[in-house]
């Protein structure tokens, strides 16, 4: 039997999981409203939204997949050496898979005909791509922002004892 504190411990755990990613999860409910609304577009799409369906695809069966290893990370507060190997999987499939699916979504949004047939029909996946894009590109900038910012501070600063930088790879918990 779980301890209060274990119980707690657990629940941080699964709000650091799921909370982390409210973003992903918003995107996910709208890929999911869009397939269920539009299903004749998306299971036999026409030259204009190919590329807008197979993004839309790509991301809504990923994110299942990585909802399902989210919930399997959890076996991670049972076993702590597990963790770490999480940690690392979590982090490849994020650079791997959700930026893989921004360039191609650059890629789709770029590579859209310029008919006005295409560019009148669709609207919702378009937008769909295209707040995807965004997000990602606002993403980038906070953390290129972030960079530069830390790096005036240590330039500008110098270093203030041993352990500065340390810091960012402690987990508090």
Known sequence: ?????????????IIKRFGESWLYMALFICAYIIRNEYPDYVDYPDDCNVGLVRFLNAYFYGYCFYVSFLFVTLVGCVIPKLET???IINAIF???YFF??????NYVI???SESTTCKTQNLEMKLFTIIYIISWYAY?????????LYMA???FTGRQHELEGVSLFVDAE
Request: overall charge positive.
């Open 153 to 155: 501070k240590k330039t």
């Open 94 to 96: 994020f650079a791997v």
């Open 110 to 112: 770029h590579a859209l």
């Open 85 to 87: 190997t999480f940690r």
């Open 1 to 13: 039997m779980l301890s209060p504190a274990d119980t707690s411990y657990v629940r941080i755990k």
């Open 140 to 148: 980038l900038a906070t953390r290129v922002v972030m960079f530069v």
């Open 100 to 105: 893989g699916l921004f360039l191609y979504a």
